[in-house]
């Protein structure tokens, strides 16, 4: 069992930068890839980015690629998302996720664990 808890979301003006943090407990962080969730009210959950165990391989949605970037942290079961140029549409419910490799976790079917999600507002 791994609990992940995401912390950093808040209210940023459209232009501004967040960082999402993710805490992993339980067993071992560094054996599963991770990945970012989002879920905009009235929408699907859609896959953001996510990062292999060794954090050699990355892989990002297009709506985010060049903005994003997603880095872990193994010694402190920490994976981070830094979230700049933020756009009214990046507004969401982000959720970390782990799961058994970086191509299982991309999709939401492939995640073995959740965290409850962090809310994350962009105003115009």
């Known amino acids: 069992q791994v609990q992940l808890v995401e912390t950093g979301g808040g209210l940023v003006q459209a232009g501004g930068s967040l960082r999402l943090s993710c805490a992993a407990s339980?067993?071992?962080?560094?054996?599963?890839?991770m990945a970012w969730f989002r879920q905009a009210p009235g929408k699907e959950r859609m896959f953001v980015t996510a990062?292999?165990?060794?954090?050699?391989?990355?892989s990002y949605a297009a709506s985010v690629k060049d903005r994003f970037t997603i880095s872990r942290d193994n010694a402190k079961n920490t994976v981070y998302l830094q979230m700049n140029s933020l756009k009214p549409e990046d507004t969401a419910v982000y959720y970390c996720?782990?799961?058994?490799?970086?191509?299982?976790?991309?999709?939401?079917?492939?995640?073995?664990?959740w965290g409850q999600g962090t809310q994350v507002t962009v105003s115009s």
């Open positions: 990062i292999s165990w060794s954090g050699g391989t990355t």
């Open positions: 339980g067993r071992t962080f560094s054996g599963y890839s």
């Open positions: 996720a782990a799961g058994s490799s970086i191509a299982d976790v991309t999709s939401i079917r492939g995640v073995s664990y």
